[in-house]
């Protein structure tokens, strides 16, 4: 126990020398505060004393179940009365009678016997009703509220006996008794108890017992914070023994709530706002929620864990309550331990445990107090996470980054699969004109008539297209039942160049017995369409003798057929171009 020894010790004289004490749990009142001022309310009773318990918030539903919570006072009975002494050694007193005459009280005293002067009147201050004040579950003096601003004169005359488990105590009295290795305040007070037990048997019974026990659950939360110790379960294991009411307590604090109570909550954590750059998270309690939930800030106690349950990413958890119009009070939880609540809630003045704290700021509305805090928080984590708040980017700016790059990937592999398709396209088609198209021949400009007959053209590999529109009757092959066996070919010679190719087909077109027409004016030139890729050209038919001509016979090659041509490279694509005019058929002879 990290508390001084001799502090308990002079706690325990001290009590033990006084007979009227004034018992003020710390506000807002809690678990924790109630159970260990009524706990020691009932162990002075039981050793003679005369205590007092004064507290300035009002009992909070959750903990109006527990005993003796009706000789709490809201206020100091007698605290304030202003006494007027007289001597009576020279004078009996018969009658004591008062007048008020526009704003002047006359008291008038009758003797007896003898006279009363003004040298024996004398005036003091009630403060002398009590000989020592107790302090509960109080890390600040302020944390009295009102009763120690309307009583500051009273807090400085008489002392102060300060007993705390807060690690962030300001150690305000005269003797301060704070254990922070305690996990409750109820259960720092275990060894006051037992050490002010003189008379042999056991002081606490099932009440008593079942107070101090509401303290060690409430500030642990049921045994679930990380300030849960072993001597805590080895108390409260004591407390069961004794009696304490272990199930009421967690049906009354946890499981029971009044629906303006569950409104409350609501109308809050429907308000949280989450900060995920600097984990944190907080909402707000207004006047105007307490009106429309019918409700009062004591009922809140709690939702601040729901703020913590809500957002486990969060690290500082805050929520600020709105008490009057220039009042607001704030509470801290914070999630992790190198995360310091009560270091930031000494910010604005306040204190308690470094997971739990709390603080007021006076002044100030609620809107601006809200303002103020979480300014202060974000710098608060700001400095402890070494952000940088001019270069962080907003949540909302690394979404919609997010989305741009997204976008860019589905271009690029769009544009992939459009660029992947087109080249396949075209290397198909590339393949399909090496193969089969015509190869594309300069324009021949047109030759005057000549009677004469048009030889048989010599085969070749592959027949280019004449451009002209020549007026030659066309030449129809005979009917052939079955094709032909496919002649091996021989090896061709070098094929000619398309400069020797048109000046044979000149040459040939000027032996042509039938007048040629000149041609049109020439469109640009357009593939024909094609019979399906072949692998080797078939042999060429022995075309019909000419009307003028007497039969030829049939054609032989005068040189073995060439091989294929290698596929030329694939023609750019033309226009269209427009069909020739049809020609009269050919008679056959």
């Given at each position: ?62 903990f109006a179940f527990l005993p003796r919570t009706d000789e709490i ?115 720092a007070m275990m060894p006051i108890i037992d050490a002010l037990n ?392």
């Amino acid at each position: 126990m990290a508390v001084d020894p001799n502090a308990l010790q002079q706690v325990i004289d001290k009590l033990k020398s006084s007979q009227r004490i004034l018992i003020t749990p710390s506000s807002p009142a809690d678990g924790d505060s109630i159970g260990g001022a009524l706990s020691l309310y009932l162990i002075l009773r039981k050793l003679g004393k005369e205590p007092t318990v004064v507290m300035s918030d009002d009992i909070p539903e959750c903990f109006a179940f527990l005993p003796r919570t009706d000789e709490i006072h809201q206020e100091l009975e007698g605290i304030r009365d202003f006494v007027i002494t007289l001597d009576c050694k020279d004078a009996e007193v018969d009658t004591i009678k008062y007048q008020v005459e526009e704003g002047i009280v006359n008291i008038i005293v009758t003797p007896k016997t003898g006279r009363f002067r003004k040298e024996v009147v004398g005036f003091k201050d009630g403060v002398e009703k009590y000989d020592v004040i107790v302090t509960i579950d109080a890390g600040d003096i302020h944390q009295m509220r009102e009763l120690y601003d309307e009583n500051k004169e009273m807090f400085e005359q008489l002392p102060v006996i300060n007993i705390d488990h807060h690690a962030s105590n300001s150690h305000f009295g005269n003797i301060n008794y704070v254990d922070i290795e305690s996990s409750s305040t109820t259960q720092a007070m275990m060894p006051i108890i037992d050490a002010l037990n003189d008379t042999g048997t056991e002081m606490i019974d099932k009440d008593i017992a079942t107070l101090l026990l509401t303290g060690l659950i409430t500030d642990t939360g049921s045994f679930q914070h990380s300030n849960t110790t072993p001597e805590a379960f080895e108390v409260a294991s004591r407390l069961l023994d004794l009696g304490a009411e272990q199930q009421q307590i967690i049906k009354k604090v946890y499981k029971t709530k009044s629906l303006s109570t569950l409104k409350l909550w609501g109308k809050v954590l429907s308000k949280i706002q989450y900060d995920e750059e600097h984990r944190l998270v907080w909402s707000v309690i207004t006047t105007e929620d307490l009106l429309e939930t019918n409700s009062t800030t004591e009922e809140s106690n709690g939702i601040i864990d729901e703020l913590m349950t809500n957002a486990p990413g969060a690290e500082l958890v805050l929520l600020l309550k709105q008490k009057t119009d220039d009042l607001v009070s704030g509470s801290v939880r914070t999630n992790v331990d190198n995360v310091d609540g009560s270091a930031f809630a000494a910010i604005f003045g306040g204190g308690g445990h470094v997971r739990a704290a709390g603080f007021r700021i006076r002044g100030k509305g609620i809107e601006e107090a809200e303002s103020e805090v979480i300014a202060a928080a974000k710098k608060f984590q700001a400095e402890r996470l070494a952000l940088d708040p001019g270069a962080a980017p907003k949540m909302e700016e690394v979404v919609k980054e997010a989305e741009q790059v997204e976008i860019q990937k589905e271009t690029v592999k769009s544009e992939e699969v459009v660029d992947k398709l087109t080249r396949n396209f075209f290397e198909k088609e590339g393949e399909q004109v090496a193969v089969n198209e015509p190869v594309p021949v300069p324009v021949i400009a047109p030759v005057a008539p000549t009677p004469t007959t048009m030889p048989p053209i010599p085969p070749t590999p592959v027949t280019p297209p004449i451009t002209p529109t020549i007026s030659v009757p066309p030449v129809v092959p005979p009917t052939i039942p079955t094709p032909p066996p496919v002649v091996p070919q021989a090896p061709m010679p070098p094929e000619k160049t398309v400069e020797e190719k048109a000046k044979e087909v000149a040459e040939m077109v000027s032996q042509t017995p039938a007048p040629i027409v000149p041609p049109a004016p020439m469109a640009p030139i357009t593939p024909t369409p094609v019979p399906p890729p072949m692998p080797t050209p078939p042999p060429v038919v022995p075309l019909a003798p000419m009307p003028s001509a007497p039969p030829a016979p049939p054609i032989t090659p005068s040189a073995p057929p060439a091989p294929p041509a290698p596929p030329m490279p694939p023609a750019p694509p033309t226009p269209p171009m427009p069909p020739a005019p049809p020609t009269p058929p050919m008679p056959t002879v």
